[in-house]
């Protein structure tokens, strides 16, 4: 690899300003945002168009050195930071940010991979459209990185993940070549479905440098509520019967656990326990229509009702004013900075069917009380998609922490034929669950296709396989 | 190849009973439904399990015999007939139609390959749920075939694409090894999206022998309407502000021109036009929601309403019986065999933008008319997909037809950004358009991943690719 050669050759592509060389400069770049995963580069190169990505990306294959493609930087689990080999040359695509065009008559719109999400979102609210993903990291995290990642959010139960929400995308192969399926079609059967192999491949297989993403109708009027129930099982019967009753104007269901908000409640000195007295579970869902629909209040006020005369929940309060509604949604939100300020605890993203959360969760538990003594259950997530955060506090001795909870909770989770990653991704973090958790056929199939995209191993190595 | 070993190798798997080698008992397995592929075979098997695929596929991948997978066998475009060579072995998927498991809580339900689409469609049905793929052939379809060409239909507007209703899929791979991604999971971000490339691929890279589809609570009511229009774009606009005013209870929204009606109503005694007078374009849209759902009908009135005031449509009929919404329906569902009957035309199945169909209309029936005197457009599809049957009759004098229109019709589609192949699949009946309007790009990354998983080349050979 010869270094100088190379960073010159990216100079003259994307030009010196946008050619980071020096450690303070590429700093930022280099470790993910919480700090856990740390490398080091040749370069970090900032191109502002999709040509210059493909001559990047040549230049880097012809000299032999990896490619990390980085958005916002906001995953979870490490799959935008370089290793420290300091040979990889990390692709920043923060300068096309661009919204190319939005179709509000073909619900529509292509943006650049830099664009952040909330750009994103606002660009269609603008033309009378809602983009439905919706995730914590909103205000910083890319559009090119939430496809890389399949991205989940608040939205999947109504509106599908990030896959769902994509008509085509541009990619920079790892030859440099282009391919441009900028397709802006709701059906096209010319041959294999390239573009969901890209999605949700983290950077391993090409640089998605633009996306047409699918609108829909704006969704402006809200019901939102949050019920106490006594179990899990009864949230599993509250949302068939709420599905039931209001179709596909349920947009949000998602459920947490009593230690969860005592946390929150701990946490931050505005927040307000919405109920008089304790309950054991809660779930905060909302209702979400367009202007002209009428009734959406009342109708989740009956649904409510017949659910608790079937003692399908034990309390229920309904915000009736905007404000209120934000204050329950902000319990919600505030749960992953109140666990964190708790202080250090098991973190996983898991789902398993809808159906078996309750089972699920009972035998988690359990296995938590006997295998780790003294560690705490905090349980929420969006159970409308059968995922979970479970997560657990640090007991007063633990030799094998956060590890040996793992090896609690993930051979569970297989057992109840879940996923040990919902929607964050494999990343670095969970390469090891990969291999031991994931059928080998399954595997030998993903690495088949590696080589055969990828057959030099310079996309983003190290990353998910 | 050794052919009588083969033989005995699948009778020894399958059974005496299920190899088919004599001619008359293979006969209606060798030619797709309208006779327009007829090939031959050195057998047809007929397994009763996953484990008995395997082992066929296997016997043949050891052998050097291709494999033809087959369903329903009622696909357009030839996908599951096997060439003229007789080496193919083709294997009939038909025994495998158990429906494995309802999980309505869970929204899924695994079926196996061989569910006739209908069947699936009333498992979901009995378990208070819907199922729904819809399409014309549902009575003899087969759930493999459905996945293996990404079947499309009346509620793909609502609902999506069969792709869009798989959790997961459990596939025999080339080399007769077994992937079980029997997955209900609706967040799953453990690697590749290995599930979307079987899907859609028909039957070139594996063969699917069950799924796990996705379920949704049932919507018995409907309220139907036909609207008759000036022009396309009126309809374009109308879909608009149905979406805005309806939400995701708008499920259909079928485009019908003049001639199509003309030529039902003198197809079919029974069918009445349901307006006075004569108008060049129609829409059939149905709304549809749950049992507690309240003021569907009133809804749709007030939204027709509106969008008449504002010149979104001419004349309207709203059904006010079940009756005569099946008599509006009749109307559309006819038009395929009404079309057939007044004799030979060119026959398409494309997609542009939502937006671009209006234009995309006009300059179609432009070139038609100046470059194919005397032949009239049928015109009618799903609009709310962009998906078109622009289908036009055979001139009086025509020496290359229906080749010609092909020719003048799909580089249009093409200068749309549009697709040749919406919903039908390529099969052996557009490759030629593959190599022609296909992006070579894209193009070399399919023969690269058909390399990786199917290094042989024996699954369905001569079909996609």
């Known amino acids: 690899l010869n270094r100088p050669a190379l960073r010159d050759a990216l100079r003259a592509i994307v030009g010196e300003r946008h050619t980071l060389c020096e450690a303070a400069d590429m700093k930022s770049y280099l470790a993910d945002w ?55 040359v990390v692709v920043a695509l923060g300068r096309m940010n661009r919204v190319r065009a939005v179709d509000p008559l073909n619900n529509a719109m292509t943006v650049e991979a830099g664009c952040v999400l909330e750009a994103a979102q606002r660009a269609a609210q603008e033309a009378g459209r809602l983009f439905p993903l919706s995730l914590a990291a909103q205000g910083s995290c890319q559009i090119g990185g939430n496809l890389a990642t399949n991205a989940g959010g608040i939205n999947v139960l109504r509106y599908g993940n990030t896959r769902d929400l994509v008509l085509g995308i541009e990619v920079v192969l790892p030859d440099g070549e282009i391919w441009n ?10 041959g294999y479905d390239l573009k969901n192999l890209f999605i949700g491949s983290e950077g391993t297989l090409g640089i998605i440098t633009a996306a047409v993403l699918k609108l829909f109708p704006a969704a402006p009027q809200r019901a939102t ?26 947009c949000a269901f998602e459920l947490i656990g009593r230690k969860c908000l005592d946390l929150v409640l701990r946490h931050r000195d505005a927040a307000r326990d919405p109920f008089s007295a304790n309950h054991p579970w809660y779930v905060l869902l909302e209702l979400a229509a367009g202007d002209s629909a009428t009734g959406l209040r009342e109708g989740l006020e009956q649904a409510i009702a017949a659910a608790m005369e079937k003692g399908q929940l034990v309390d229920a309060v309904l915000a009736s004013s905007l404000a ?38 009972e035998a988690a538990r359990e296995a938590l009380r006997t295998r780790h003594p003294g560690s705490e259950m905090l349980c929420f997530g969006h159970l409308g998609d059968g995922n979970l955060h479970f997560n657990a506090t640090s007991p007063p001795a633990a030799d094998d922490w956060p590890r040996g909870v793992a090896d609690t909770v993930y051979p569970l989770v297989e057992r109840f034929h879940g996923s040990f990653s919902a ?21 030998a199939l993903m690495r088949r296709i590696k080589s055969a995209l990828d057959p030099a191993g310079l996309m983003n190595p190290g990353k998910v396989l």
């Open 34 to 88: 919480r700090g856990a995963y740390a490398g080091s580069a040749l370069a970090v190169v900032r191109p502002g168009s999709t040509r210059e990505v493909s001559e990047v990306v040549r230049a880097c294959a012809r000299a032999g050195a990896p490619v990390v493609p980085q958005g916002g930087n906001t995953g979870m689990c490490g799959g935008a930071a370089p290793d420290t080999d300091g040979h990889s």
């Open 181 to 190: 399926g900028l397709r802006a079609l709701r059906k096209d059967n010319r």
């Open 225 to 250: 509520a949050m019920v106490a129930l006594d179990d899990p099982a009864q949230a599993v019967a509250l949302l068939a019967a709420l599905q039931a009753a209001c179709g596909a104007t349920l």
């Open 324 to 361: 209120q509604a934000a204050a329950l949604w902000q319990l919600r939100e505030t749960i992953p900075e109140a666990t964190v300020a708790n202080g250090p605890a098991f973190r996983s993203d898991i789902a398993v069917s809808t159906a078996d959360v309750p089972a699920f969760i």
């Open 423 to 443: 929607e964050h991704g494999v990343g670095q973090a969970k390469r090891a669950e990969l291999v031991r958790y994931k059928d080998a056929a399954e595997i």
